[in-house]
């Protein structure tokens, strides 16, 4: 899920520690991570990288920080949904749409927080997806959110009634799957960079995905003397 990196528009709750401009300098870091950990997984499964992107028109923000061999897919939430889905929702669902219209067996949406998720985890969800039979497969995060849910159908009510940007999002998606009888299989959790403490922890941790550019960034600010929190 690709948010076009912008200043003052871009990881706003890392600012404080970081200012807007060093905020969307590690977003589109993120960016690059992201993706190209995604092309990392494709080389042991049948996996293809996409950026859902929004809004519509910020390509031009959104193609330089994409590992290469990644496409894209508007997610803008502009579509017909139940009412219930509403907000990200819609971009969640929209996304998951568009690419299993590609035709694709399964898709899944992936946060872009998340640079140094363990390359594994994503072969993990493909292949959990690929077997036969529809299910649902969720990695949470310790926030109380998810860092990826992967369906085999776009089911729109994984998306309904869900109070975004809150502990409750993985809990409330667990409940959803429940009250449709859809199997849902749970990965280990992993860590979102959202606010000055995962930030703190992301320049400590040297485990997971290598995250160069994310690394670097880090690296430029330490440098200079800029904002990096300990």
């Given at each position: 899920?690709?948010?076009?990196?912008?200043?003052?528009?871009?990881?706003?709750?890392?600012?404080?520690?970081?200012?807007?401009?060093?905020?969307?300098?590690?977003?589109?870091?993120?960016?690059?991570?992201?993706?190209?950990?995604?092309?990392?997984?494709?080389?042991?499964?049948?996996?293809?990288?996409?950026?859902?992107?929004?809004?519509?028109?910020?390509?031009?923000?959104?193609?330089?920080?994409?590992?290469?061999?990644?496409?894209?897919?508007?997610?803008?939430?502009?579509?017909?949904a139940p009412p219930a889905v509403e907000g990200f929702g819609r971009c969640l669902l929209q996304a998951v749409?568009?690419?299993?219209?590609?035709?694709?067996?399964?898709?899944?949406?992936?946060?872009?927080?998340?640079?140094?998720?363990?390359?594994?985890?994503?072969?993990?969800?493909?292949?959990?997806?690929?077997?036969?039979?529809?299910?649902?497969?969720?990695?949470?995060?310790?926030?109380?959110?998810?860092?990826?849910?992967?369906?085999?159908?776009?089911?729109?009510?994984?998306?309904?009634?869900?109070?975004?940007?809150?502990?409750?999002?993985?809990?409330?998606?667990?409940?959803?799957?429940?009250?449709?009888?859809?199997?849902?299989?749970?990965?280990?959790?992993?860590?979102?960079?959202?606010?000055?403490?995962?930030?703190?922890?992301?320049?400590?941790?040297?485990?997971?995905?290598?995250?160069?550019?994310?690394?670097?960034?880090?690296?430029?600010?330490?440098?200079?003397?800029?904002?990096?929190?300990?």
């Amino acid at each position: 899920m690709a948010k076009a990196p912008r200043s003052g528009r871009s990881k706003t709750r890392l600012c404080p520690p970081l200012s807007p401009d060093q905020a969307a300098r590690l977003s589109a870091a993120f960016l690059r991570d992201t993706t190209a950990n995604i092309l990392e997984a494709a080389r042991t499964a049948p996996i293809a990288a996409y950026a859902a992107y929004a809004p519509r028109g910020a390509e031009a923000l959104v193609i330089p920080n994409l590992a290469r061999g990644t496409q894209l897919v508007p997610a803008d939430g502009d579509i017909p949904a139940p009412p219930a889905v509403e907000g990200f929702g819609r971009c969640l669902l929209q996304a998951v749409g568009s690419m299993l219209a590609e035709g694709h067996a399964a898709a899944c949406v992936l946060s872009a927080d998340i640079p140094t998720l363990p390359t594994r985890r994503l072969v993990q969800a493909a292949r959990i997806l690929l077997a036969p039979g529809d299910r649902a497969v969720v990695g949470a995060c310790d926030d109380g959110g998810y860092y990826i849910l992967g369906l085999k159908q776009a089911h729109a009510r994984l998306f309904a009634d869900i109070a975004w940007s809150t502990d409750t999002v993985a809990a409330a998606t667990r409940a959803r799957a429940r009250e449709i009888g859809l199997d849902l299989v749970e990965l280990e959790p992993w860590f979102d960079v959202d606010d000055a403490a995962a930030l703190a922890r992301l320049s400590a941790d040297r485990t997971g995905f290598a995250a160069p550019a994310t690394r670097a960034v880090l690296a430029r600010l330490a440098e200079t003397s800029e904002a990096v929190p300990a």
